[in-house]
């Protein structure tokens, strides 16, 4: 009998809180300490916190630990800190709600990094798509942009804009639905307007809410990009708590 392949495991860094900075009333901005985090060069780079039902779990982890994956907003290996940003929707879930009330000091396990994806300097139009939960990685691909970069920026977003800082030749479209209906097809029917096929080597990073990228999918398949080219996921599903969403993922529900 063969043994089922097991993922290696990454390796584990023990975060410290150092200061919270509030974004927007949606989204808190986390300093840690990190001494010893890998350092990634990937713009989508994310870790895994650990918890359980009572918070952050340090030690004594179970076989199959509780997670909520976070992207990487920042990491200065000089100094040794990691900062991620968190949405936040009052008190539901694990990870949100505590990176809204921790204290500097208070601790937390990461596991990672992981990630592979980051702008490539050599395409012609570079179209990041998204929702409040890909801002993070967003933002640090327009920071790597050489100045001369063209682009486009869309992002769904529910109640507040972001203050995105962009090379000049980067538009940014932040559609705000306030009280109207959350809608998957709204990011598809925006990307299907734009000329992509004018726009010589087309680089795609579109990652959001399951429905919306499933809606963007065909267009991005008529445009003939090829996986190098093509990178789309969900990072989240409207109705799912995480943990329901992190097991749909390996069901014909959860493929994009």
């Not at 009052?90 to 709600?97: I, K, S, T, V, Y």
Request: charged share 30%; aromatic share 8%; proline share 8%.
């Amino acid at each position: 009998m063969t043994e089922a392949r097991r993922r290696p495991d990454r390796p584990k860094t023990l975060l410290t809180v150092r200061g919270r900075e509030w974004i927007n009333p949606a989204m808190a901005r986390l300093t840690f300490d990190a001494p010893g985090f890998t350092p990634t060069e990937f713009t989508d780079a994310y870790v895994k916190l650990i918890f359980d039902d009572e918070g952050p779990v340090l030690e004594d982890l179970p076989e199959r630990p509780t997670t909520r994956t976070y992207t990487v907003r920042s990491h200065d290996p000089a100094t040794e800190r990691l900062v991620l940003d968190f949405v936040i929707h009052g008190d539901a879930g694990l990870a949100a709600p505590w990176a809204a009330r921790c204290e500097p000091g208070d601790q937390v396990l990461a596991q990672g990094p992981g990630g592979k994806w980051g702008p490539a300097p050599e395409a012609d139009f570079l179209l990041l798509v998204g929702d409040e939960s890909s801002v993070p990685a967003i933002e640090g691909a327009l920071e790597r942009l050489d100045d001369d970069a063209r682009g486009l920026v869309i992002l769904d977003l529910h109640e507040h804009a972001f203050d995105l800082t962009a090379p000049a030749g980067i538009e940014i479209r932040q559609l705000v639905r306030g009280d109207g209906p959350y809608r998957e097809e709204r990011l598809a029917e925006e990307v299907a307007t734009l000329p992509l096929a004018e726009f010589g080597d087309v680089q795609v990073f579109a990652h959001g809410e399951r429905g919306a990228m499933k809606a963007l999918r065909p267009i991005f398949r008529e445009l003939g990009l090829s996986p190098e080219r093509l990178s789309i996921s969900g990072y989240w599903a409207l109705g799912r708590v995480e943990d329901e969403f992190q097991a749909e993922k390996r069901t014909e529900i959860g493929k994009i």
